[in-house]
């Protein structure tokens, strides 16, 4: 995954980036400005290349948002192809799909880099955020500059959700959920049902613990447990994969590629094959 640049980019190229996006996600510029919290007037002064009215820490603000999501050449594993498959299934019959995977293996990759498709929306949910805070992420997402009571933003984003063509919501970090986030989706899947496809993702302790719950009768559970149409588990990187990866950083040592194959997480393998390349000189 690539770290957000913090040198400044060609102006025209910026100003491309920002086309491109738009393009991408099939959106205007003033819904590019809700998504990324700046106004339309600094957007409309990057269209005109006014630059002399955008600060640099405004151009370089734009130029990582709409790169967040780009991550260069991405090896597509078949975790990775599964992944655009699941969420392809996800819009197509309008599921609620979960996915699990370990830390490292490239799920998160994987789901942003889909993400900038049109009318597929992304959050990352994290345990500062409380409902409002959730749905205020998702109508951001959605370029709904609204911000009110729990209810109206819910919904806002059920409206807006309901009108699309084929729309995907994706939560990712999904094993954080508190319980009221969960009654909460429940709802939001409810009323967007036949619509809709969302995307639950998470580690493997969040398909274990939903299941625990349920078992427990605890509030919810059960019923939102039934709503998740189908399951993915990630299976891990394969040993031909791992040979392609080595080969692709230069690495021929038959030794060494046989050790790195008891590897499964792709995160763990780029640091070994890095730390071999570091050592080797090679980088």
């Known amino acids: 995954m690539n770290k957000n640049d913090t040198k400044l980019p060609e102006k025209a190229e910026i100003k491309k980036a920002v086309n491109d996006y738009c393009k991408e996600?099939?959106?205007s510029k003033a819904s590019l400005a809700v998504k990324c919290g700046i106004s339309d007037a600094t957007l409309c002064e990057l269209e005109k290349e006014n630059w002399k009215k955008l600060s640099n820490e405004m151009l370089l603000t734009i130029w990582n948002f709409v790169?967040?999501?780009?991550?260069?050449?991405?090896?597509?594993?078949?975790?990775?192809?599964?992944?655009?498959?699941?969420?392809?299934?996800?819009?197509?019959?309008?599921?609620m799909i979960g996915i699990t995977a370990d830390t490292g293996m490239g799920k998160t990759t994987a789901l942003r880099t889909y993400a900038r498709q049109k009318n597929v929306f992304y959050v990352s949910y994290d345990k500062t955020m409380n409902a409002s805070q959730f749905f205020s992420a998702l109508l951001r997402e959605l370029s709904i500059p609204f911000y009110s009571s729990l209810n109206d933003m819910m919904t806002f984003a059920v409206d807006k959700l309901n009108r699309l063509e084929s729309p995907l919501v994706i939560i990712d970090e999904a094993g954080k959920l508190t319980h009221s986030m969960i009654l909460?989706?429940?709802?939001?899947?409810?009323?967007?049902?036949?619509?809709?496809?969302?995307?639950?993702?998470?580690?493997?302790?969040?398909?274990?613990?939903?299941?625990?719950?349920?078992?427990?009768?605890?509030?919810?559970?059960?019923?939102?447990?039934r709503r998740i149409n189908v399951w993915h588990d990630f299976i891990g990187l394969q040993p031909?994969?791992?040979?392609?990866?080595?080969?692709?950083?230069?690495?021929?040592?038959?030794?060494?590629?046989?050790?790195?194959?008891?590897?499964?997480?792709?995160?763990?393998?780029?640091n070994e094959i890095y730390l071999y390349q570091i050592m080797e000189g090679k980088l």
């Open 25 to 27: 996600k099939g959106i």
């Open 67 to 95: 790169n967040r999501d780009k991550f260069g050449d991405l090896f597509q594993s078949m975790d990775f192809i599964s992944t655009v498959k699941a969420c392809d299934n996800a819009r197509k019959y309008s599921f």
């Open 184 to 225: 909460y989706l429940q709802v939001l899947r409810d009323k967007t049902y036949g619509n809709c496809g969302i995307i639950l993702a998470g580690m493997p302790y969040f398909k274990t613990n939903l299941q625990k719950n349920a078992a427990r009768e605890k509030e919810g559970y059960a019923e939102f447990l």
């Open 240 to 270: 031909k994969e791992i040979e392609e990866i080595c080969f692709t950083h230069g690495i021929t040592n038959k030794e060494k590629v046989r050790e790195l194959k008891r590897q499964r997480r792709f995160g763990d393998l780029m």
